[in-house]
């Protein structure tokens, strides 16, 4: 399957503790896999933003999406809120059927 890429960085950069960057890495590996492997999209796009107050990853694909309803208790899903909590980030994940999937992770820097 053939897709594109895209990343953006926004704002001011802050360096963030290592744990808290690792655990951003594991999440934004994990999102990225699951959207090659399952998803069937075209184009993925993936954002890092950050504010003084915050930092915020998203990562949005054009597939054919899922049932979140069905899926929300899955391992997948249980990992990436998991993941999120351990950082104090928020985690709000958007999919139906034939629509994509929108994850995002807000951390707050203050």
């Known amino acids: 399957d053939v897709f594109s890429l895209e990343f953006r960085c926004e704002g001011e950069e802050v360096e963030l503790p290592p744990e808290k960057k690792l655990v951003l890495f594991r999440i934004t590996q994990e999102c ?3 959207a090659i492997k399952h998803s069937k999209a075209s184009k993925i796009d993936l954002c890092l ?3 003084p107050k915050q930092c915020q990853l998203s990562i949005v694909d054009d597939g054919i999406g899922f049932d979140y309803e ?3 208790n899955g391992n997948g899903i249980t ?3 998991t993941r999120s909590s351990l950082i104090q980030a928020k985690f709000e994940i958007r999919s139906s059927e034939n629509s994509g999937t929108s994850v995002g992770i807000t ?3 203050v």
């Open 32 to 34: 990225l896999q699951n």
């Open 49 to 51: 933003s950050f504010t």
């Open 70 to 72: 069905t899926a929300k």
């Open 79 to 81: 990992n990436l809120r």
């Open 107 to 109: 951390l707050p820097l």
